[in-house]
């Protein structure tokens, strides 16, 4: 199992950039996909993007697609989440999680329920 803390968190303004470090302590780091999930009070956790070991294959969530970007370091054994043109409905705590990856993801968006290794998450707050 590894252990996942999230980094890179803020205060931004609408049409702003952050990007967010998720760096993993444990054994053979590549062997796992990382996923980033985000949730705004009072609502569900949802999915944003993940990666697999490799870093080869990427999966994003269709209302973040084109403004998020993810990418690994497997040397550093840290994901990143890079966002730009943030808008107010971005603000959430996000989460990394780790798990192996589905071949399913190519048809349906990964689920919270395939990672086993989460973060503590970090605050995204995106004023208008």
């Known amino acids: 199992q590894v252990l996942l803390v999230e980094s890179g968190g803020g205060l931004v303004q609408t ?9 993993a ?12 999930f ?4 009072g609502n569900e956790r949802e999915f944003v993007a993940a990666i697999a070991g490799s870093g080869v ?4 969530a269709s209302s973040v697609k ?15 989440l890079q966002m730009n043109s943030l808008k107010p409905e971005d603000t959430a ?10 071949g399913s993801w190519y048809r349906n968006t990964p ?18």
């Open 15 to 23: 049409g702003g950039s952050l990007r967010l470090s998720c760096a």
């Open 25 to 36: 302590s444990g054994p053979a780091f590549s062997r796992y996909a990382v996923g980033w």
């Open 38 to 41: 985000r949730q705004a009070p």
């Open 57 to 60: 294959s990427t999966y994003y």
């Open 66 to 80: 084109g403004r998020v970007s993810i990418s690994r370091d497997n040397a550093k054994n840290t994901v990143y």
């Open 93 to 102: 705590v996000y989460y990394c999680a780790a798990g192996a990856q589905k």
């Open 111 to 128: 689920a919270a329920t395939d990672f086993g290794s989460w973060g503590q998450g970090t605050q995204v707050t995106v004023s208008s």
